[in-house]
Nanobody
């Protein structure tokens, strides 16, 4: 079992930055690939970024490529989402997710992830 807790959301002006954190419980965090997803009001949950178990590879949605970066610190059981040059369309609840997988890629499909955090709100004003 893995429990995930996101933090770092808030209100920011367009062009600003935020860093989300996702703290995981358990001693086997380094065996999990991690994903970031978001859901805006009235929209389906969408993929944002993912990162492999060792941080060696990441995946990114086209909408955030070049602006968002995922990283992880396995010693701290934490994964991060650095969000720069935020836009109003980035406004959403952001979720981190985990799947037990130690391979060389990370999945972009939400259904592949077994564990989810409660989400953190990010609001970008214009």
């Amino acid at each position: 079992q893995v429990q995930l807790v996101e933090s770092g959301g808030g209100l920011v002006q367009a062009g600003g930055s935020l860093r989300l954190s996702c703290a995981a419980s358990g001693r086997t965090f380094n065996r999990y690939a991690m994903g970031w997803f978001r859901q805006a009001p009235g929209k389906e949950r969408e993929f944002v970024q993912c990162i492999t178990w060792n941080g060696g590879r990441t995946g990114s949605a086209d909408s955030v490529k070049g602006r968002f970066t995922s990283s992880r610190d396995n010693a701290k059981n934490t994964v991060y989402l650095q969000m720069n040059n935020l836009k109003p369309e980035d406004t959403a609840v952001y979720y981190c997710a985990a799947v037990a997988y130690s391979g060389s890629f990370c999945d972009t499909l939400s259904r592949q992830y077994n564990y989810w955090g409660q989400g953190t709100q990010v609001t970008v004003s214009s």
